[in-house]
């Protein structure tokens, strides 16, 4: 009876001791999904966080990148963080719009159209993203631009009528409220499918950034480019709050310093491809063109009648954030 006891006492030490490795290991080995590809700037915003992480945490957190929705696919990211599946993701803001008003500010269009703009409305929303986040139990580390939405057809557009009926892809819930403003059939394609999709007639016109069309070869099954500028858009990185505050503050420091880094460079590199990434469509024979007055005239309308949506659905907080925003 006794050296069943001690067996078991054994058996349950070594039980206990590869317990306490696996959380050990889970504690120092961070899975990070992001959803789009190598080539795209913010993957590679993404590295260069992970690799500060790593070169400065003295061996006691890797992060680990899995791009291009191999781990987890770009719908489940948010998911994944909140219930610990992984430690921490990077998601397009705009996804998350069901889930809380300030998420869909991020698409909203005509409210912020250049970059100066952009990163005053998002130092004005940081706030409220944050709050969000935390009642999700995530902690905003970073964010990252695109380029500006421009509009992308198989014809000129010098007026919402020559797309009346046509079937506009949308990849959030508020970018399906501007497809049906803007006349057309909202159609949710994702990234990877978009070249299937316009060579078989799935969708017919997108607005989205240049670095997109560049990334997927839009010239191959695109014929134009009008430079609307309809909103900055951006991507964020946040972890699961339980599992970054088990980290010691050294660790949690190295976070924060990289994630603020990674923040600048990215803001950079968003401005620098706005230009270089419109340049390559032009190289590759799609026909550049600026939006006419009347174009411009009709997506301004669109973007007050949602700005006022957004401020019914977001109520005091959000005139608090548009009222931070035009102080700044």
Same mark, same amino acid.
């Given at each position: 009876m006794?050296?069943?006891?001690?067996?078991?006492a054994?058996?349950? %030490?070594?039980l !206990?001791?590869?317990?306490? *490795?696996?959380?050990?290991? #889970?504690?120092?080995?961070?899975?990070?999904?992001?959803?789009? +590809?190598?080539?795209?700037?913010?993957?590679?915003?993404?590295?260069?966080?992970?690799?500060?992480?790593?070169?400065?945490?003295?061996?006691k957190?890797?992060?680990?990148?899995?791009?291009?929705?191999?781990?987890?696919?770009?719908p489940? /990211?948010?998911?994944?963080?909140?219930?610990?599946?992984?430690?921490?993701?990077?998601?397009?803001?705009?996804?998350?719009?069901?889930?809380?008003?300030?998420?869909?500010?991020?698409?909203? @269009?005509?409210? =912020?159209?250049?970059?100066?703009? %952009?990163?005053?409305?998002?130092?004005?929303?940081?706030?409220?993203?944050?709050? %969000?986040?935390?009642?999700?139990?995530?902690? $905003? !580390?970073y =964010?990252?631009?695109? @380029? =500006?939405?421009? !509009?992308?057809?198989?014809?000129?557009?010098?007026?919402?009528?020559?797309?009346s009926?046509?079937?506009?892809?949308?990849?959030?819930?508020?970018?399906?409220?501007?497809?049906? $403003?803007?006349g057309?059939? @909202?159609?949710?394609?994702?990234?990877?499918?978009? #070249?299937?999709?316009?060579t078989t007639?799935?969708?017919? #016109?997108? *607005?989205?950034?240049p670095?997109t069309?560049?990334?997927g070869?839009?010239?191959?099954?695109?014929?134009?480019f009008?430079?609307?500028?309809?909103?900055?858009?951006?991507?964020?990185?946040?972890?699961?709050?339980?599992?970054?505050?088990?980290?010691?503050?050294?660790?949690?420091?190295?976070?924060?310093?990289?994630a603020?880094?990674?923040e600048?460079k +990215?803001?950079?590199?968003?401005?620098?491809?706005?230009?270089?990434?419109?340049?390559?469509?032009?190289?590759? +024979?799609?026909? /550049? =063109?600026?939006?006419?007055?009347?174009?411009i005239?009709e997506?301004?309308?669109? +973007?007050?009648?949602?700005?006022?949506?957004?401020?019914s659905? %977001?109520?005091?907080?959000?005139d608090?954030?548009?009222?931070?925003?035009?102080?700044?």
């Open positions: 006794k050296f069943v006891t001690n067996r078991t054994v058996l349950l %030490a070594s !206990l001791t590869l317990g306490s *490795v696996g959380s050990a290991s #889970a504690e120092t080995r961070w899975d990070m999904p992001t959803p789009y +590809g190598d080539g795209t700037h913010q993957t590679q915003v993404a590295r260069s966080f992970a690799e500060e992480v790593n070169a400065n945490s003295n061996g957190l890797s992060i680990n990148i899995h791009s291009g929705g191999s781990l987890i696919k770009h489940e /990211i948010h998911r994944a963080v909140k219930t610990r599946q992984v430690q921490i993701g990077e998601v397009f803001i705009g996804r998350l719009g069901n889930l809380n008003p300030i998420f869909k500010l991020d698409n909203i @269009p005509f409210l =912020a159209t250049d970059f100066d703009s %952009a990163e005053k409305l998002y130092q004005a929303s940081k706030p409220e993203l944050r709050k %969000a986040l935390a009642k999700e139990n995530l902690i $905003l !580390l =964010a990252s631009p695109w @380029p =500006a939405q421009d !509009l992308y057809s198989n014809k000129p557009v010098n007026s919402l009528a020559d797309l009926g046509l079937k506009m892809r949308s990849y959030s819930p508020t970018t399906s409220r501007l497809a049906d $403003l803007m057309t059939t @909202p159609v949710n394609i994702p990234f990877s499918d978009v #070249a299937q999709a316009f007639n799935a969708i017919e #016109a997108m *607005v989205t950034s670095s069309g560049v990334n070869q839009s010239w191959d099954y695109i014929s134009h009008t430079t609307i500028h309809a909103w900055i858009p951006k991507n964020m990185v946040f972890a699961n709050k339980r599992i970054f505050d088990r980290l010691d503050e050294a660790t949690q420091q190295v976070i924060l310093t990289a603020e880094n990674a600048k +990215g803001w950079a590199l968003g401005r620098k491809l706005a230009v270089e990434h419109t340049d390559t469509l032009a190289k590759n +024979g799609i026909t /550049i =063109a600026e939006p006419s007055d009347q174009l005239s997506m301004q309308q669109i +973007g007050q009648t949602m700005v006022s949506e957004w401020l659905e %977001a109520g005091a907080s959000g608090a954030v548009l009222d931070t925003f035009q102080s700044l």
